[in-house]
């Protein structure tokens, strides 16, 4: 039986945690409006299996957003609307992006964006709640992030712990995105105390999020994102340090459509994150992945070096009332895709082949 529990504004469907928080609101009977930036996305959104599967028909409308930057960008989107869940901000690439450019990738599309979406939901005057994704980098300084600077194991990163914004110029793509995330919750927690709306907002900060991506359908695609992390070292890098802090894409879908019940406190962060050794990565694949190390399709070669945070995300498990999946599921979610994607590859590679030789011996024939 389906039924309706409000229209929800999705914000970043086309991205690792937006398409499975898709997901989720349609499986949770949700109504959603995912905001776009081109009819070429709703084109592949409608697309994937996992969509298609669900026939959501009139239960999943777009809305095409092309510069959430623009002064309004999400008055229209917004209208009509019971929540919204906002999950579009700029990610660190593998794009080097100019670190002279942070303000202008990063800072003012996470800054503006956001704002832009309160001052809609505000406006339309409909609106019950509004989620938005922060990220475990707007509770703790990049320096402890990545290892050059210790924490205390007895003062662990809390959701009620808040970091002064620091201009750039700055020395990374990764300080450039934490930036963007710490003054992204200033600005939105400033602009609550002032207008004081008909709603209020839960920020959800995840640590690295790991797992299956249903936006990808390459293996190329597959090693974007953080994902690549865990891929790379399989794949025989040596990189790092990376934080230990790590979180099942599934749970942190699950968390953003929880976090739409009434019953979870609002105007309150919530942490997303476990703790991790990246390297452990390697006894996980040769144990459940051993044909494909056998085969070379990994390799036990790489290393990541893991810089440990002591975190308390105690508050979101007792909210939210699950506890969050373990690196090893992480990990066997991330490799499983990947490894599906390399197959799939390989078998069209090998068709193509075979129409190829067809062809050249049907025109051998022929002459």
Known sequence: MRFSRGLVLLTGATGHVGSVTLIHLLKSGYQVRAAVRSESKIVA???????RAL??????????VPDITTPGAYDDA?????HVIHIASPLATSDRIPLDQADTHFIQPAVRGTLNMLEAANLAGTVRRVVITSSIVALTPVAEMEGTRRRSPLN??????????????YHSEFACYAASKVAALAEAEEWME???????????????VLGHNDSVTTPAQAMQGTNAV?????????FGPYAGATVHVEDVARAHVSSLDPTVLGNQSYILSQPARWNDAREIARRVFGE???SNLLFMGGTVKTTHIPIDASLSEETFGFKFASYEEQVKSTVSQFLDLRLRQKSLVQASRKKQD????????AC
């Open 358 to 365: 067809v062809f050249v011996t049907s025109t051998a024939i």
């Open 45 to 51: 959104v409608l697309a994937r299996p996992q969509i």
């Open 292 to 294: 494909a190390v056998k």
């Open 78 to 82: 917004v209208e009509g609307c019971a």
């Open 194 to 208: 002032r207008e004081r709306p008909p709603f209020d907002v839960v920020h959800l900060h995840p640590g690295f």
């Open 55 to 64: 026939n959501p028909g009139s239960r999943l409308t777009f809305v095409i």
């Open 156 to 169: 662990p990163v809390g959701p009620n712990d808040r970091l002064p914004f620091i201009p750039g110029p």
């Open 230 to 238: 865990v891929l790379a070292l399989l794949l025989g890098n040596k």
